[in-house]
């Protein structure tokens, strides 16, 4: 299949009526996956979604077009009031299931569709990078499919995807050019913004588009029967966090921290983004936890220790579990090949799995008011 341009992407958008000159930003064209942004005026974001689903079906019409992600961007002049954000699309994943009702009695969190086919969606967070959120989201879905559930993983970190590597997946996805199909390995599931651009490769979307992205990878894969889904959410608190927890049916999130005081700053921070909009807390895992030299058998901690669990008693949330700084870990992890997939009878695979077997009951247990917090 010949690949498209970028000359014939702004070729097809020139002729659809209502797309005027200067209007079309951020064109990303990679192996078939075409992103852009019309960008429009405050006002005229509701009118224009037309157009924009015009503008969709003119390049998915290309011959190589994989994909395609259009939104809507508002920008305001001087003076203005900041204006709502323009509709973005949905991919028409209104697939007949009934709207559920906001969860919990006071949350801000909106109703969201859920997913076809998955039971359970669980976050893994935290507030910061460089705290092994990835490679314990890795491990979590495989200690859950060793414990008999059907996993899946959506690696939600659009500027810094791991899941690929930590897998060892290669290759696009399959696609009937509407639905992508996740790739398998080990027994579970995967989606990831980096199995459909090279692993160097720079993401510098805007907001709405990686947005938009995170609902292509949500809604438009036919993930199949899913008894638990994992999302490697990506670090911090931002706009991508917040959408993802507002347009996902997440059942719960799970919080990874190391040890000092800096990072469990910014786990703090996480776990409060999840409470502001009534997502349960499943609990708090701390990991690079300790230090065990393999030659001598003495214990270091590097981060100190129990940071994590003396956070988790404040804040009234389940400790789920300490994971060491292990050079297993980090070599099966780059490999391809996680410690509980390699090494499944070993002290680490069942400290993920006593993990999941946590999150297990959370799912099984009935769902419990939030904590309020009031500043006076």
């Known amino acids: 299949m010949a690949r498209v341009t970028e000359d014939e992407v702004r070729a097809a958008l020139a002729g659809v009526t209502g797309v005027q000159e200067g209007m079309v930003s951020g064109l990303v064209v990679k192996d078939g996956n075409v992103g852009f942004a019309l960008e429009v005026a405050p006002d005229r974001g509701a009118a224009m979604e037309p157009v924009r689903k015009a503008a969709e079906a003119a390049v998915a019409a290309l011959s190589g077009v994989l994909s395609v992600t259009a939104v809507l961007t508002a920008h305001r002049g001087a003076g203005q009031a900041p204006a709502a954000k323009a509709g973005g699309h949905d991919h028409g994943h209104d697939h007949g299931h009934a709207h559920p009702a906001p969860r919990g009695g006071g949350g801000e969190r909106p109703a969201s569709d859920p997913i076809p086919g998955v039971a359970a969606i669980v976050a893994v967070a935290s507030g910061k990078g460089g705290v092994g959120k990835s490679t314990t989201a890795v491990n ?169 669990r003396l956070e988790a008693g404040k804040l009234g949330v389940p400790f789920l579990g300490e994971i060491p700084l292990d050079i297993a870990i980090r070599e099966t992890s780059d490999g391809g090949n996680p410690i509980v997939a390699s090494e499944p009878d070993g002290a680490h695979a069942e400290s993920y799995r006593n993990i999941a077997r946590a999150i297990l009951d959370q799912l099984a247990a009935p769902r419990r008011a939030m904590p309020k917090f009031v500043v006076e």
């Open 140 to 308: 979590i879905a495989l200690a859950l499919a060793s414990l008999g559930q059907k996993v899946a993983l959506l690696d939600a970190d659009i500027y810094g995807p791991s899941v690929p590597r930590l897998l060892a997946l290669k290759g696009k996805p399959e696609t009937d050019g509407r639905m992508l199909w996740p790739k398998e390995a080990f027994g579970i599931k995967a989606m990831s913004i980096g199995l459909l651009i090279e692993e160097d490769q720079p993401m510098v979307w805007r907001g709405p588009m990686v947005q938009s992205a995170l609902e292509q990878m949500l809604r438009q894969v036919t993930w199949g029967e899913i008894d638990i889904m994992i999302v490697d959410m990506p670090p911090g608190t931002g706009d991508a966090q917040l959408t993802l927890t507002q347009r996902t049916p997440l059942s719960g999130a799970v919080i990874v921290s190391t040890p000092q005081d800096l990072s469990l700053i910014d786990a703090r921070k996480g776990l409060n983004m999840f409470r502001k909009v009534d997502v349960p807390i499943f609990g708090i895992v701390e990991n690079m936890s300790y230090f065990v030299c393999p030659h001598c058998g003495g214990r270091t901690d590097v981060f100190a220790h129990g940071g994590a």
